[in-house]
């Protein structure tokens, strides 16, 4: 049987190729420029992630010999070999810098130093420690845990320190374009050479951002292999950066854009500060394949919980479901899952039997304003499909798409096959990431926002895609579901 193609193919242009698994296949009768320029890119972005692949890895390889100094002087104490259980709750410590986020913040940011991590260095040290504590045996006096706590605090300071020193040693300087004129590009030009732990290396003299045509292809490839773009102007055109951030994701290049505010206009929050510069980042990169990982094993345990935890409701449900009207007791729907591949979703039936055929009576998808639709009063819905809506039991059997791999806890929502076909190109970005049982959309008013809010809540979350980010927006879920706004 033949794999059904992707939603929205026949109009949608290919994700741009990050570089990971090779250059992309080639079209018949695509030009050579094309298929050169195409396979430069991707061995540019392979080399790009490696790098700071190599940096996240020295990091952890830091932050593990730390860990491992902890938890020798906590079990010190303890007879018979104690680096044993030191060495046991190291890889714990990993997990616990992950969730703290000790490893993305150098890729993020234009200039990141250890010391700017010290208050997150200390919190990772206090968990780490506590940690080893309940895995004892016996108690442990608080000079004992406070000794380990510092340790644990000043040797990873120093470690990660002189990783970061060890990494700019090994590996080239970012090949870094400045488009801005005037004091601000030059003044960035100028922090380049003076901070060498930027680890910049500016290619050529800034490029005035007059010159440059919004679409012009030729930006990147006839620089090269370039890494970072600087946007430094006392003028700043939303739609230059707007094109600039799509382009740098195509390209995996990193974007950073130098705010022209100065003194009292600046604002309250700053992302970075290169000495008096403050610095806007923007994110351009594909999450780390650590992330991912990380977020399909939560994907996993939270499945496998709540498939445990709520078990004993399902045999109630199909039978209030039965008892209210005649039909399955299931639901079966084509949805568009990721990169806009079709999936079937599993859900308690909440509409009666026939209400698909029922629907172009309700609403008739060629006159949409916006490629969706929620109803409220929905005349097709049943009494108890309308509790089921409310408290959201009908999405319980979607466990089983996420353990399948099809679904992710968090994400934003799968949308039917029917509306994702009249997507245009700026709304395809909610198919570059699995969809969620609970997302941005969920907690913040369901079937209440427009489609340009959920697209400006889920944008969020596509570009930051994190457990961190994750297991905040599924703690919110709760009150949201109790709240019912929006749950039609």
């Keep these: 049987m033949n794999e059904p193609a992707a939603v929205g193919s026949e109009t949608r242009s290919p994700r741009p190729w990050t570089g990971r698994t090779g250059p992309r296949p080639h079209a018949v009768g695509e030009p050579d420029e094309t298929r050169a320029a195409e396979v430069l890119a991707s061995a540019l972005a392979t080399r790009r992630w490696r790098w700071d692949a190599l940096r996240r890895r020295m990091l952890a390889g830091a932050d593990l010999l730390s860990a491992v100094l902890s938890g020798l002087v906590l079990t010190s104490a303890l007879s018979g070999g104690p680096w044993l259980l030191g060495l046991a709750a190291a890889p714990l410590w990993l997990l616990l810098a992950k969730l703290i986020g000790l490893y ?12 700017d991590e010290l208050p997150a260095i200390a919190t990772w040290a206090a968990a780490g420690v506590i940690l080893v504590v309940l895995l004892r045996p016996d108690p442990v006096s608080s000079a004992l845990a406070a000794t380990a706590w510092l340790v644990a605090a000043t040797s990873v300071t120093l470690l990660r320190g002189f990783a970061r020193w060890l990494w700019r040693r090994l590996t080239p300087a970012e090949r870094t374009l400045i488009i801005g004129e005037g004091e601000a590009a030059e003044a960035i030009r100028r922090r380049a050479r003076l901070f060498e732990d930027m680890h910049l290396s500016p290619i050529e003299e800034p490029t005035p951002s007059s010159s440059l045509r919004l679409g012009d292809s030729t930006l990147f490839s006839r620089r090269g292999d370039l890494d970072r773009i600087i946007v430094a102007s006392t003028e700043i055109d939303p739609d230059l950066i707007a094109w600039l951030v799509g382009s740098c994701r195509a390209n995996q290049v990193k974007l950073s854009v130098v705010s022209p505010l100065r003194g009292r206009a600046l604002p309250a929050q700053r992302l970075t500060e290169v000495a008096d510069l403050p610095v806007f980042e923007f994110d351009t990169w594909d999450p780390s394949r650590s992330t991912m990982l990380l977020k399909r094993g939560f994907d996993l345990v939270v499945a496998l919980c709540g498939l445990a935890l709520t078990a004993p409701l399902f045999p109630l449900i199909a039978l209030a479901i039965r008892l209210d009207t005649r039909g399955p007791v299931f639901f079966v729907q084509t949805r568009a899952g990721m990169n806009g591949r079709p999936f079937r979703l599993y859900k308690f039936r909440t509409m009666h039997v026939g209400a698909e055929d029922q629907l172009s009576t309700v609403v008739d998808f060629d006159e949409l304003e916006e490629p969706m639709f929620k109803l409220n009063g929905d005349p097709r819905v049943t009494r108890v499909g309308r509790i089921l ?74 570009e930051n895609v994190s457990l961190a980010t994750d297991l905040k927006l599924l703690a919110r879920t709760a009150p949201a579901v109790l709240r019912g706004r929006g749950a039609y």
């Design 104 to 115: 993305d913040r150098d890729h993020r940011a234009i200039r990141h130093l250890t010391i």
């Design 389 to 462: 809506r409310r408290l959201s039991l009908d999405e319980l059997p979607q466990f089983v798409n996420v353990l399948i791999g099809e679904m992710s806890i968090v994400g934003p929502r799968p949308e039917q096959v029917e509306l994702v076909r009249r997507y245009r190109p700026e709304h395809m970005f909610r198919l570059d990431v699995k969809p969620g049982m609970t997302g941005p959309m969920q907690v913040h008013g369901r079937g209440e926002l427009t489609f340009a809010e959920r697209l400006a809540v889920e944008l969020d979350y596509v």
